[in-house]
Protein backbone atom coordinates (compact mmCIF):
# COMPACT_ATOMS: atom_id res chain seq x y z
CA UNK A 1 0.00 0.00 0.00
CA UNK A 2 1.30 3.90 -0.71
CA UNK A 3 1.74 5.83 2.54
CA UNK A 4 2.24 9.51 2.17
CA UNK A 5 4.88 10.44 4.91
CA UNK A 6 7.24 13.79 5.06
CA UNK A 7 6.07 14.88 1.82
CA UNK A 8 6.54 11.87 -0.20
CA UNK A 9 5.31 8.40 -1.27
CA UNK A 10 6.21 5.35 0.26
CA UNK A 11 5.34 1.64 -0.34
CA UNK A 12 5.17 -0.40 2.98
CA UNK A 13 3.77 -3.94 3.88
CA UNK A 14 2.23 -4.42 7.51
CA UNK A 15 2.31 -8.09 9.04
CA UNK A 16 1.20 -9.46 12.35
CA UNK A 17 -1.00 -7.97 15.15
CA UNK A 18 -2.48 -4.39 14.31
CA UNK A 19 -2.51 -3.90 18.19
CA UNK A 20 0.94 -5.83 18.97
CA UNK A 21 4.45 -3.56 19.33
CA UNK A 22 5.34 -1.80 15.90
CA UNK A 23 8.32 -3.19 14.53
CA UNK A 24 9.96 -0.93 11.37
CA UNK A 25 12.55 -2.15 8.84
CA UNK A 26 14.88 -0.23 6.97
CA UNK A 27 16.42 -1.92 4.41
CA UNK A 28 19.42 -0.99 2.73
CA UNK A 29 21.08 0.76 -0.37
CA UNK A 30 19.49 0.04 -3.45
CA UNK A 31 17.42 -2.83 -1.93
CA UNK A 32 13.66 -3.09 -1.59
CA UNK A 33 11.16 -3.99 0.64
CA UNK A 34 11.04 -7.59 -1.00
CA UNK A 35 14.70 -8.40 0.11
CA UNK A 36 13.81 -8.85 3.76
CA UNK A 37 13.00 -12.81 4.20
CA UNK A 38 9.81 -13.83 4.50
CA UNK A 39 11.22 -16.19 7.66
CA UNK A 40 12.26 -12.91 9.02
CA UNK A 41 9.21 -11.31 8.67
CA UNK A 42 6.44 -13.81 9.59
CA UNK A 43 8.66 -14.97 12.21
CA UNK A 44 8.89 -11.56 14.08
CA UNK A 45 4.73 -11.23 13.09
CA UNK A 46 4.25 -14.82 15.06
CA UNK A 47 5.96 -13.12 18.15
CA UNK A 48 3.27 -10.51 18.45
CA UNK A 49 5.10 -7.78 16.69
CA UNK A 50 3.27 -5.00 13.99
CA UNK A 51 5.77 -5.66 11.29
CA UNK A 52 6.54 -2.77 8.79
CA UNK A 53 8.39 -2.85 5.78
CA UNK A 54 8.33 -0.15 3.65
CA UNK A 55 11.01 0.31 0.09
CA UNK A 56 13.11 3.50 1.37
CA UNK A 57 12.45 6.67 -1.18
CA UNK A 58 13.52 6.37 -4.52
CA UNK A 59 13.72 2.27 -4.61
CA UNK A 60 11.51 -0.19 -5.09
CA UNK A 61 7.63 1.18 -5.50
CA UNK A 62 8.43 4.33 -3.71
CA UNK A 63 8.50 7.83 -5.02
CA UNK A 64 11.71 9.08 -6.65
CA UNK A 65 13.46 12.02 -5.54
CA UNK A 66 15.69 13.52 -8.04
CA UNK A 67 16.42 17.14 -7.49
CA UNK A 68 17.95 19.82 -9.77
CA UNK A 69 21.25 20.44 -10.26
CA UNK A 70 22.24 16.79 -8.98
CA UNK A 71 23.50 14.13 -11.25
CA UNK A 72 22.25 10.93 -10.99
CA UNK A 73 23.78 8.45 -13.85
CA UNK A 74 26.96 7.01 -12.69
CA UNK A 75 29.69 8.24 -14.84
CA UNK A 76 28.62 12.35 -14.24
CA UNK A 77 28.65 11.43 -10.32
CA UNK A 78 32.56 9.83 -10.82
CA UNK A 79 33.92 12.98 -12.97
CA UNK A 80 32.34 15.13 -10.16
CA UNK A 81 34.10 13.35 -7.56
CA UNK A 82 37.22 13.27 -9.21
CA UNK A 83 37.27 16.84 -9.92
CA UNK A 84 35.79 17.84 -6.28
CA UNK A 85 36.14 14.61 -4.06
CA UNK A 86 32.60 14.24 -3.61
CA UNK A 87 29.07 15.35 -5.19
CA UNK A 88 25.71 17.16 -4.91
CA UNK A 89 23.34 15.68 -3.23
CA UNK A 90 19.30 15.66 -3.60
CA UNK A 91 18.51 14.50 -0.14
CA UNK A 92 20.56 12.90 3.36
CA UNK A 93 20.33 10.09 5.49
CA UNK A 94 18.53 12.88 7.78
CA UNK A 95 15.92 13.16 5.32
CA UNK A 96 15.42 8.96 5.21
CA UNK A 97 14.69 9.17 8.87
CA UNK A 98 11.99 11.72 8.53
CA UNK A 99 10.59 9.32 6.32
CA UNK A 100 10.60 6.81 9.10
CA UNK A 101 8.88 9.39 11.22
CA UNK A 102 6.35 10.36 8.98
CA UNK A 103 5.34 6.69 7.98
CA UNK A 104 4.78 6.48 11.68
CA UNK A 105 2.78 9.75 11.79
CA UNK A 106 0.30 8.29 9.11
CA UNK A 107 0.28 4.82 10.43
CA UNK A 108 -0.77 6.13 13.77
CA UNK A 109 2.37 4.62 15.59
CA UNK A 110 3.70 6.75 18.54
CA UNK A 111 6.40 4.49 19.24
CA UNK A 112 8.15 1.56 17.63
CA UNK A 113 11.43 -0.74 17.86
CA UNK A 114 13.58 -0.07 14.72
CA UNK A 115 15.86 -2.40 12.97
CA UNK A 116 18.32 -1.22 10.04
CA UNK A 117 20.56 -2.87 7.95
CA UNK A 118 23.15 -1.15 6.32
CA UNK A 119 22.36 2.37 4.99
CA UNK A 120 19.51 1.24 6.93
CA UNK A 121 21.44 1.29 9.93
CA UNK A 122 22.84 4.56 9.21
CA UNK A 123 19.22 6.06 9.23
CA UNK A 124 18.51 3.74 12.51
CA UNK A 125 21.26 5.77 14.06
CA UNK A 126 20.12 9.25 12.89
CA UNK A 127 16.61 7.78 14.70
CA UNK A 128 18.48 7.26 17.67
CA UNK A 129 20.22 10.67 17.80
CA UNK A 130 17.80 12.87 16.80
CA UNK A 131 14.23 10.82 17.28
CA UNK A 132 14.35 8.78 20.80
CA UNK A 133 11.44 10.06 22.05
CA UNK A 134 9.43 8.10 18.96
CA UNK A 135 11.85 4.59 20.05
CA UNK A 136 10.89 2.04 21.74
CA UNK A 137 14.59 0.07 21.16
CA UNK A 138 16.97 0.27 18.02
CA UNK A 139 18.47 -2.55 16.49
CA UNK A 140 21.74 -1.11 14.16
CA UNK A 141 23.06 -4.11 11.83
CA UNK A 142 25.77 -4.56 9.44
CA UNK A 143 26.59 -0.94 9.43
CA UNK A 144 28.93 1.61 10.69
CA UNK A 145 29.06 5.25 11.42
CA UNK A 146 30.73 6.62 8.69
CA UNK A 147 29.59 5.16 5.08
CA UNK A 148 31.36 7.54 3.42
CA UNK A 149 34.25 6.24 1.79
CA UNK A 150 34.38 7.56 -1.80
CA UNK A 151 36.31 4.48 -3.07
CA UNK A 152 33.73 2.01 -1.23
CA UNK A 153 31.01 4.00 -2.64
CA UNK A 154 32.06 4.83 -6.10
CA UNK A 155 32.11 0.87 -6.49
CA UNK A 156 28.36 0.89 -5.46
CA UNK A 157 27.08 3.15 -8.21
CA UNK A 158 24.82 1.75 -10.33
CA UNK A 159 24.39 1.41 -14.68
CA UNK A 160 21.37 0.89 -16.42
CA UNK A 161 21.10 -3.14 -16.61
CA UNK A 162 18.66 -5.58 -17.80
CA UNK A 163 16.38 -8.68 -15.86
CA UNK A 164 19.42 -10.94 -16.69
CA UNK A 165 22.51 -8.67 -15.78
CA UNK A 166 21.06 -7.83 -12.45
CA UNK A 167 20.36 -11.75 -11.58
CA UNK A 168 24.39 -12.12 -12.60
CA UNK A 169 25.43 -8.73 -10.38
CA UNK A 170 22.97 -10.32 -7.46
CA UNK A 171 24.63 -13.17 -7.61
CA UNK A 172 28.09 -11.51 -7.86
CA UNK A 173 27.17 -9.67 -4.44
CA UNK A 174 25.90 -12.67 -2.83
CA UNK A 175 29.64 -14.13 -3.73
CA UNK A 176 32.06 -11.44 -2.75
CA UNK A 177 29.93 -9.94 0.61
CA UNK A 178 27.15 -13.32 1.48
CA UNK A 179 26.96 -14.88 4.43
CA UNK A 180 28.51 -18.02 4.06
CA UNK A 181 27.83 -19.93 6.25
CA UNK A 182 23.77 -19.02 6.25
CA UNK A 183 23.71 -19.39 1.98
CA UNK A 184 21.20 -18.59 -0.56
CA UNK A 185 20.80 -21.29 -3.64
CA UNK A 186 21.62 -19.53 -6.68
CA UNK A 187 17.65 -19.98 -7.96
CA UNK A 188 16.92 -18.11 -5.09
CA UNK A 189 19.19 -15.20 -5.36
CA UNK A 190 18.46 -15.17 -8.95
CA UNK A 191 14.25 -15.21 -8.30
CA UNK A 192 14.70 -12.15 -6.13
CA UNK A 193 16.66 -9.90 -8.22
CA UNK A 194 13.99 -10.65 -10.79
CA UNK A 195 11.84 -9.60 -9.11
CA UNK A 196 13.34 -6.70 -7.42
CA UNK A 197 14.38 -5.69 -11.20
CA UNK A 198 10.29 -5.90 -11.91
CA UNK A 199 9.46 -3.71 -9.31
CA UNK A 200 12.29 -1.05 -10.10
CA UNK A 201 14.23 -1.78 -13.14
CA UNK A 202 15.65 1.80 -13.03
CA UNK A 203 19.31 2.89 -10.97
CA UNK A 204 18.94 6.67 -11.20
CA UNK A 205 17.49 6.53 -7.17
CA UNK A 206 20.18 3.97 -6.48
CA UNK A 207 22.52 6.29 -7.09
CA UNK A 208 20.61 9.62 -5.19
CA UNK A 209 21.05 6.78 -2.25
CA UNK A 210 24.77 6.72 -2.83
CA UNK A 211 25.28 10.46 -2.85
CA UNK A 212 23.05 10.96 0.12
CA UNK A 213 25.27 8.41 2.32
CA UNK A 214 28.61 10.20 0.84
CA UNK A 215 27.36 13.38 2.37
CA UNK A 216 26.62 11.92 5.80
CA UNK A 217 27.78 13.46 9.06
CA UNK A 218 30.02 11.86 10.93
CA UNK A 219 27.86 10.28 13.88
CA UNK A 220 30.48 9.68 16.14
CA UNK A 221 30.05 12.20 19.19
CA UNK A 222 26.12 12.26 19.08
CA UNK A 223 26.09 8.95 19.19
CA UNK A 224 27.67 8.98 22.62
CA UNK A 225 24.77 11.06 24.10
CA UNK A 226 21.68 8.24 23.19
CA UNK A 227 19.84 7.16 25.98
CA UNK A 228 17.97 4.40 24.41
CA UNK A 229 18.07 0.69 24.26
CA UNK A 230 20.18 -0.12 21.46
CA UNK A 231 21.28 -3.54 19.79
CA UNK A 232 23.84 -3.56 17.54
CA UNK A 233 24.38 -6.82 15.43
CA UNK A 234 27.17 -7.47 12.69
CA UNK A 235 28.74 -10.36 10.49
CA UNK A 236 31.74 -11.68 11.81
CA UNK A 237 33.03 -12.40 7.63
CA UNK A 238 31.08 -9.06 6.72
CA UNK A 239 33.88 -7.78 4.07
CA UNK A 240 31.68 -5.15 2.53
CA UNK A 241 31.70 -3.03 6.37
CA UNK A 242 34.25 -4.99 8.48
CA UNK A 243 33.11 -6.08 12.04
CA UNK A 244 34.83 -2.92 13.61
CA UNK A 245 32.06 -0.59 12.67
CA UNK A 246 29.91 -2.48 14.61
CA UNK A 247 32.20 -2.62 17.28
CA UNK A 248 33.02 0.82 17.33
CA UNK A 249 28.82 2.23 17.31
CA UNK A 250 28.35 -0.21 20.38
CA UNK A 251 31.69 1.40 22.15
CA UNK A 252 29.82 4.71 20.99
CA UNK A 253 26.14 4.12 22.67
CA UNK A 254 26.10 4.09 26.14
CA UNK A 255 25.01 0.84 27.18
CA UNK A 256 24.47 -0.66 24.15
CA UNK A 257 24.61 -4.35 23.27
CA UNK A 258 26.60 -6.21 20.80
CA UNK A 259 26.39 -9.27 18.77
CA UNK A 260 28.71 -10.70 16.18
CA UNK A 261 27.68 -13.51 14.81
CA UNK A 262 29.37 -15.68 12.73
CA UNK A 263 29.31 -16.92 9.42
CA UNK A 264 27.30 -13.92 8.65
CA UNK A 265 28.29 -11.78 6.00
CA UNK A 266 26.33 -8.35 4.82
CA UNK A 267 23.45 -10.14 3.62
CA UNK A 268 20.26 -11.33 5.69
CA UNK A 269 19.30 -14.81 4.26
CA UNK A 270 16.52 -16.82 5.55
CA UNK A 271 18.85 -19.06 7.32
CA UNK A 272 19.62 -16.32 9.88
CA UNK A 273 16.52 -15.39 10.50
CA UNK A 274 15.76 -17.89 13.38
CA UNK A 275 19.00 -16.62 14.79
CA UNK A 276 18.86 -12.97 14.32
CA UNK A 277 14.83 -13.14 15.70
CA UNK A 278 16.11 -15.00 18.98
CA UNK A 279 18.74 -12.19 19.50
CA UNK A 280 16.25 -9.50 18.28
CA UNK A 281 13.35 -11.00 20.82
CA UNK A 282 15.87 -11.24 23.88
CA UNK A 283 17.34 -7.65 23.84
CA UNK A 284 13.21 -6.38 23.44
CA UNK A 285 12.41 -8.51 26.00
CA UNK A 286 14.84 -7.60 28.83
CA UNK A 287 15.57 -3.72 27.89
CA UNK A 288 12.93 -2.41 25.27
CA UNK A 289 10.80 -0.04 26.40
Known amino acids: MQIRANGINLECTETGPKDGPAMILIRGLGTQLIHWPQEFVQGLADLGYRVICFDNRDVGLSQRCPADGVAADADTILAQIKVGGTAKPAYLPEDM ?40 SDTIVMTSTRLRSPDLLAGLLAYPQTCGQAQDNWVAAHKAWGSHDYP ?27 LAIMN ?11 DLPCLVIHGAIDTLVPPEG ?13 EIIEGMGHFSTPLLAPIIIDKVHDFITRRGR
Do not use: C, Y
Not at 216 to 226: E, F
Open 184 to 210: MTEKAIRAEAAAAWARSPDVEGVNRQV
Open 97 to 136: ALDVIGLMDALGIMRAHIFGISMGGLVAQLLAIHHSDRLL
Open 246 to 258: GREIAALIPNAEL
Open 216 to 226: SADNRDALTAV
